[in-house]
């Protein structure tokens, strides 16, 4: 089923040269030559890829929903393959929050598979996301697509959130695109007793980062994205600590300025867990928002070239 009744303009091909193009997919073992677009080629964002099962549980649903919500909350891009069960509910949580979402799929970008998402893929673009293939206009969807298809998803995302993925499973392969792409995989537990998360908790095993609740999901976004672009427009989140990390460095105090060095000391010195690095943002943050407050500072350090996040997401001295 082709998409059908769309402006022309909204139907974009970007290929490798041009500034479009997202640099994160150059890093893939088979870079596409091209990409077909419909929506925003700017949306095309290293962001959060949210994958599980077709046949998601209300729970896997329900999770992939919550957690895409919260993302895009923070700003952040979420990412997946447009399929039923919990692909879908990220994609909805996401623009429900206010925020955008990116489809990659199988067969062209114009080509609704499955046929129902028809008006899901509508609303992704009313939203400011896009449809993204590396398959020319019309081209019928094959099983082997799929497969293919999730190197870019794991590839485009800085880090995958997995919520349900059996043995074997499409979602599990995108885990181990991640991996190979030296993306960093989180995982949402399942029931031991339950088909549908055994793979996901094979990757717990296997050192995959888990979410268990919201605030560790909190934490992975500062981790894995450092400084979060606060939005105070996103639907559903006005609140006070919102405000306060989106205050400009001019209208810190000097106590801030203050604790903001001694936590620029704390880890050029030696890697320190996000555990550690929040008590220390308690103490110094003068209050504001101790998380928005340590995502502000540890990006100011990152970029100036006084700590760095190592693989196993402590920060600590460069070099």
């Known amino acids: 089923m082709l998409l059908s009744g769309l402006p022309c303009d909204s139907y974009v091909e970007i290929d490798q040269k041009d500034s479009a193009y997202p640099q994160a997919l150059l890093r893939t073992a088979k870079p596409p030559e091209q990409l077909y677009v419909i929506g925003d080629p700017h949306a095309l964002q290293e ?56 489809v ?55 880090a995958t959130l997995i919520v349900e993925a059996g043995l074997p499973s499409g979602t599990f392969s995108t885990a181990d695109e991640a991996l190979a792409a030296s993306r960093d995989v989180m995982v949402v537990p399942g029931a031991i007793t339950a088909p549908s998360s055994r793979g996901a908790n094979r990757l717990l095993v296997q050192g995959a980062v888990p979410i268990v609740d919201d605030e560790s999901f909190e934490d992975a976004l500062l981790m894995f994205f450092g400084c979060l672009k606060q939005q105070g427009h996103v639907k559903g989140d006005s609140s006070p600590a919102v405000e306060r990390g989106a205050r400009k460095d001019g209208e810190c105090s000097g106590a801030r300025e203050a604790g903001a060095r001694r936590l620029v000391t704390a880890v050029s010195v030696e890697p320190l867990s ?33 700590a760095a996040r190592y693989p196993d997401g402590t920060w600590g001295p460069v070099g």
Not at 136 to 146: A, I
Not at 297 to 306: C, D, K, S, T, V
């Open 104 to 158: 990659f799929l199988g067969g062209g970008s114009d080509y609704v598979y499955p046929a129902s998402h028809a008006g899901l893929f509508r609303r992704v673009l009313e939203a400011g996301g896009a449809l993204v293939s590396e398959h020319p206009w019309g081209t019928h969807p094959q099983p082997w697509m799929f497969r293919a298809r999730n190197r870019l998803i794991a590839s485009l995302a800085r």
């Open 274 to 306: 996000m555990d550690a690095l929040l008590v220390l943002a308690k103490e110094e943050c003068n209050g504001q928002d101790p998380r928005s407050w340590l995502a502000q500072h540890l990006a100011e350090a990152e970029a100036a070239g006084l």
């Open 47 to 102: 962001g959060l890829a949210i994958v599980g099962a077709r046949k998601a549980t209300p729970y896997g649903a329900g999770c992939a929903h919550r957690f895409a919500a919260a993302a895009a909350r923070h700003g952040v891009v979420v990412i997946s393959g447009g399929a039923r069960g919990c692909d879908a509910a990220a994609h909805k949580g996401a623009m429900e929050a206010g925020g955008k979402t990116v």
